[in-house]
């Protein structure tokens, strides 16, 4: 698939309504065209930034209610912001980890006799 995901994960999103509308050929095979490619595209974009499917189908409800991309745009800009605060608060937890593992081990290079200004790599 030129989409790069599997048969599987198309058609729950077809079940989930995020791929509405797919054609059918008489044989009943499903035939996607340029417009539901790029509407896979964007949902994997949308996943790629860290919005859930539900999120995903939130928006797509924003743009089918209001039939706006503005508002559309609006609501993903407000996700995405959301995001980015959840991501800053990650990595100072993460900054903060990093600094707990150096103190523990240079706290354990001290016991061991080494120098706590060598650091060593782990294989």
Do not use: W
Not at 10 to 18: K, P
């Amino acid at each position: 698939m030129q989409a790069g995901l599997s048969v599987r994960t198309i058609r729950y999103y077809e079940e989930l309504g995020l791929l509405p509308g797919v054609r059918r050929r008489a044989s009943g095979r499903r035939v996607y065209g340029p417009d539901e490619l790029e509407r896979l595209r964007f949902i994997q974009r949308l996943k790629a930034l860290g919005c859930s499917l539900a999120e995903i189908r939130e928006l797509d409800a924003v743009h089918a209610i209001g039939g706006s991309t503005a508002a559309m745009l609006a609501r993903l800009d407000a996700l995405l912001a959301r995001r980015l605060g959840e991501l800053d608060a990650r990595i100072a937890e993460l900054a903060g980890l990093r600094g707990e593992i150096g103190h523990y081990r240079a706290r354990i290079a001290g016991r061991l006799g080494r120098a706590a200004a060598e650091p060593k790599e782990d294989p």
